[in-house]
């Protein structure tokens, strides 16, 4: 009897729900602000990015690197002077018209988007068309985005910045 009463309470506790962690949104205004944010990129304003990103941003690249807002702008800079025309593949999900962008509301107050798409460009100083996959997380504090992180290999940026720093010497 007393397995048979282990068993049942078990099973009940397996049954019973499971803490609210969040939720997540694929059309509230933060993840609005981040399709915003490639459009401006795809446009060369840098306008869009100085006004998002709070003054206190701590930004990590693919390779650990972490770098202030200042940094990061310059590095956004650097990349509008290495590749033309850049575009950002649209989802593939059949229901969702745009990039494929999501943001979490953590029970614990933090608010997350995450992006995953498709860079595509041309490189000025190598010629190269290039594309590659990537994902960016954005930790948000308010209105502003206060942490980056991303994750993708940067073998076009390097050889892209190579044949800059080449071709300037």
Same mark, same amino acid.
């Given at each position: ?31 609005? $602000? &981040?399709?915003?944010? !490639? @459009?401006? *990129? /795809?446009? +060369? %304003? ?31 800079? $650097? &990349?509008?002077?290495? !590749? @033309?025309? *850049? /575009?950002? +593949? %649209? ?37 190269? @068309? ?40």
């Amino acid at each position: 009897m007393r397995y048979l009463l282990m068993i049942t309470m078990f099973l009940i506790s397996c049954d019973a729900p499971k803490n609210n962690f969040g939720y997540v949104n694929i059309d509230d205004e933060k993840s609005r $602000n &981040i399709v915003k944010l !490639f @459009e401006a *990129v /795809e446009d +060369e %304003d840098i306008g869009f990015l100085k006004e998002i990103f709070s003054k206190d941003l701590k930004f990590t690249d693919p390779n650990g690197t972490e770098l202030n807002k200042d940094e990061f702008i310059a590095g956004v800079e $650097n &990349i509008f002077d290495m !590749f @033309e025309d *850049v /575009e950002f +593949e %649209d989802s593939e999900y059949s229901d969702y018209d745009g990039l494929a962008v999501e943001t979490t509301y953590y029970s614990n107050g933090q608010v997350w988007t995450n992006i995953w798409s498709r860079f595509e460009g041309k490189g000025k100083y190598t010629g190269n @068309e290039v594309s590659f996959p990537f994902h960016i997380s954005y930790l948000w504090e308010g209105d502003k985005i206060i942490e980056e992180v991303q994750f993708f290999s940067t073998k076009v940026f390097d050889a892209e910045n190579e044949a800059k720093n080449n071709q300037l010497k």
